[in-house]
T-cell receptor, first 114, second 109 residues
Framework: DTAVSQTPKYLVTQMGNDKSIKCEQN?????MYWYKQDSKKFLKIMFS???????INETVPNRFSPKSPDKAHLNLHINSLELGDSAVYFC?????????????FGPGTRLTVL | GQNIDQPTEMTATEGAIVQINCTYQ??????LFWYQQHAGEAPTFLSY??LDGLEEKGRFSSFLSRSKGYSYLLLKELQMKDSASYLC??????????WGAGTKLIIKP
């Protein structure tokens, strides 16, 4: 069974479109995260949710909005896509949201904005 | 500012030993992680150090010196499947995880 899954794996779209990426974890973890990995391979945290409450919101554009219908899901919605949004987006989860907890990553979604 | 330095790329031979270094300057320290990331895949956890010294886990070991702001990941008996990027990440005083850009390790037969 896949622990952290994301869909779609690849997403190609035009500038200005709105798109969503879905994430699900079946580990029973309390905290989920969204990361952006750019072409230079830096992982930058975007959001984290703990029991449906946003606990980290880095300085990302408000075009990005996380949505968590329940503890096992954290979806990422992006409005008005821009060229600079092209990157790989990783979802992750950890057991209790302690910073020292191991984070388990999903397979990533490669977003290309044309 | 906060900074994590790792070599960009290293090459080693199958069966050999390689040491990947990581130095950090962060606002406080609450632990250091090493993750492995194969090309096109997600990072996977390797180790977590919060106290000085060496932690051994099979073929992989991780060392930490907090006074020097330094860690290394030691890989023994290298296998071709060890070809990957190795990411160093530090928890700062605000418990924010600061990631390095990773070291791409190339294993040659």
């Amino acid at each position: 069974d896949t622990a952290v899954s994301q869909t779609p794996k690849y997403l190609v779209t035009q500038m200005g479109n709105d798109k969503s990426i879905k994430c699900e974890q079946n580990l029973g973890h309390d905290t989920m995260y969204w990361y952006k990995q750019d072409s230079k391979k830096f992982l930058k945290i975007m959001f984290s949710y703990n029991n449906k409450e946003l606990i980290i919101n880095e300085t990302v554009p408000n075009r990005f909005s996380p949505k968590s219908p329940d503890k096992a899901h954290l979806n990422l919605h992006i409005n008005s896509l821009e060229l600079g949004d092209s990157a790989v987006y990783f979802c992750a989860s950890s057991q209790k949201g302690l910073a020292s907890d191991t984070q388990y990553f999903g397979p990533g979604t490669r977003l290309t904005v044309l | 500012g906060q900074n994590i330095d790792q070599p960009t790329e290293m090459t080693a031979t199958e069966g050999a030993i390689v040491q990947i270094n990581c130095t950090y300057q962060t606002s406080g320290f609450n632990g250091l992680f090493w993750y492995q990331q194969h090309a096109g895949e997600a990072p996977t956890f390797l180790s977590y150090n919060v106290l000085d010294g060496l932690e051994e886990k099979g073929r992989f070991s991780s060392f930490l010196s907090r006074s020097k702001g330094y860690s290394y990941l030691l890989l023994k008996e290298l296998q071709m499947k060890d070809s990957a990027s190795y990411l160093c990440a530090v928890l700062d005083s605000n418990y924010q995880l600061i990631w390095g850009a990773g070291t791409k390790l190339i294993i040659k037969p």
